[in-house]
Structures are given as structure tokens and as C-alpha cells.
């Protein structure tokens, strides 16, 4: 399942609170990307923050990670989780007269 976490700097925080632990976080989110774990990473562009697209199998594993942030241990952060699936099939839905094969192949 697909995880999207999304951060907020915890009141007060400041640019200059983070800078000390950018290297080590970013360090550790490219760890996470190249093992397949992280599957996108976003700098949001509403306020200062990132949003995270895991591929795991729970909240729970993604909040261990999360945790495991070195800007999320020194307690600037929080953040918040949306799991998402693959929808239903939407085949199902369909009369099954519907044309279902691959577009362009004319098959």
C-alpha cells in the first residue's frame, strides 16, 4: 500500500532550528528511496515541509520511519499519514460489452 506522509514544523520552528540536521535528513530519505521504502518526495509548496510517498504495508511502519527522522527525533516536527490502494477494478463496474483492451492496440 502507498503511504503519503506530510509534515509540519511544530510551532516556533525556524529555518535556522532545521539547518543543522538537513544533511543527516536528506541523507536519510535517499537511504529510504534507494531501498524502494520512499517511492516520491515533494517540498510542499503551501508552507515550509515535505511530503513523503512510502510503499509499505501500514501507517504504522511508515510512523516508525517518520520517527526515526533526525528533524522528527530533535522535535521540530509532525507529521500526518493518508494510506491509499489501488482502486476496485473499475472493469467491474463496466457491462461487459464495454471495450476493455489496451488503448491503441485496437485488440
Not at 14 to 28: K, Q
Amino acid at each position: 500500500m502507498k503511504i503519503l506522509a506530510y509534515d509540519n514544523f511544530k510551532p516556533g520552528v525556524t529555518l535556522d532550528d532545521l539547518r543543522p540536521y538537513l544533511r543527516d535528513e536528506v541523507s536519510n530519505v535517499w537511504r529510504l528511496w534507494k531501498a524502494g521504502i520512499v517511492r516520491e518526495n515533494y517540498a510542499r509548496a503551501d508552507v515550509g515541509g515535505v511530503i513523503i510517498v512510502f510503499e509499505l504495508a501500514s501507517v504504522e511502519e511508515a510512523m516508525r520511519y517518520t520517527d526515526d527522522f533526525p528533524l522528527s527525533k530533535a522535535g521540530l516536527l509532525e507529521w500526518h499519514f493518508i494510506a491509499f490502494d489501488a482502486p476496485l477494478p473499475l472493469e467491474f463496474l463496466f457491462d461487459p460489452t464495454v471495450d476493455i483492451a489496451n488503448p491503441g492496440t485496437g485488440r
